[in-house]
């Protein structure tokens, strides 16, 4: 709870709608009511792992779904405009890989984590967003992969990426992180215990490349974590949307019309309940 307390004090500081939660460390699947926003998390594993989701209650009434898959994986379907557009519905999946394989059982528990995310992916709406910690690192674009690497990858492509990567293409999913030019300081997302290594490791990624305006890293987010935010700007008509908690963080902020989202939240909360 105090962990939460300070999240909601630094997210005062920023604009954001919608953001995306890895290592709740919260037991249990749950949706609930927190004034400002509503909170979905799920976990399995006493003090490890856990996801979820945070969404500004003016935006609640445009929710259609909220699921958790697994402690790994959850799941918001939601309508919003975008790119000047009526309203169309959005699944946006927060993911939490595993670490980067040193065992066959490591191995094992990746490939099942991106089976998971593969059928999840599978039964989503056609607009979709995947969004999360990966483990990896993407590298720099190969030939072929121009549509899922754009010409701003960064760092040498580890296990965790080169899977990442292939699941990107599989579903035809851009890794924005790589589509816009910045600083490397302000590329990586997690920093090493004793603060010698920065990794890119946390991406967002959508099968709309086109109706982003901006992803960045925020590095002035005022929470303590060895992850940075990520946050992504949609297109619309006059929104805003962002992303993360814990140990990592990440953002989306849509630019389209805010007041669209709250029939459907009575009945996701009862079923976040069952």
Not at 33 to 41: E, N
Not at 64 to 90: C, F, H, M, T, Y
Not at 144 to 163: C, P
Not at 176 to 190: A, D, E, I, V
Request: net charge positive.
């Amino acid at each position: 709870m105090e962990k939460l307390q300070e999240l909601e004090l630094a997210l005062d500081e920023i604009k954001w709608d919608i953001i995306g939660i890895s290592e709740v460390r919260r037991l249990g699947k749950r949706t609930e009511d927190h004034g400002k926003y509503i909170l979905h998390h799920i976990g399995e594993t006493p003090g490890l792992y856990g996801v979820g989701f945070m969404v500004k209650r003016n935006l609640a009434k445009n929710i259609q779904e909220l699921r958790g898959i697994s402690e790994r994986i959850a799941l918001l379907n939601i309508q919003s405009p975008v790119d000047g557009e009526k309203e169309q519905q959005w699944s946006i999946i927060q993911a939490y890989s595993p670490t980067e394989p040193k065992s066959k059982e490591d191995t094992t528990k990746i490939e099942r984590f991106y089976k998971d995310l593969q059928s999840t992916v599978a039964n989503a709406s056609k607009n979709i967003i995947v969004m999360g910690d990966f483990n990896g690192q993407i590298g720099k674009q190969k030939s072929g992969e121009e549509y899922t690497i754009g010409n701003h990858g960064s760092g040498n492509r580890s296990i965790n990426g080169s899977r990442l990567v292939s699941f990107a293409i599989e579903n035809k999913l851009s890794i924005l992180n790589s589509f816009y030019k910045k600083k490397p300081s302000k590329k990586w997302t997690w920093i090493s215990p004793n603060g010698r290594y920065k990794n890119e490791i946390d991406y967002i990624m959508s099968n709309k490349v086109k109706v982003f305006k901006d992803l960045s890293v925020l590095n002035n987010f005022n929470f303590n974590s060895d992850h940075r935010m990520v946050r992504a700007k949609l297109s619309g008509t006059r929104a805003k949307k962002a992303r993360q908690f814990h140990n990592n963080m990440k953002a989306i902020e849509c630019i389209g019309n805010t007041d669209l989202l709250l029939n459907n939240l009575e009945k996701s909360l009862m079923d976040g309940e069952k």
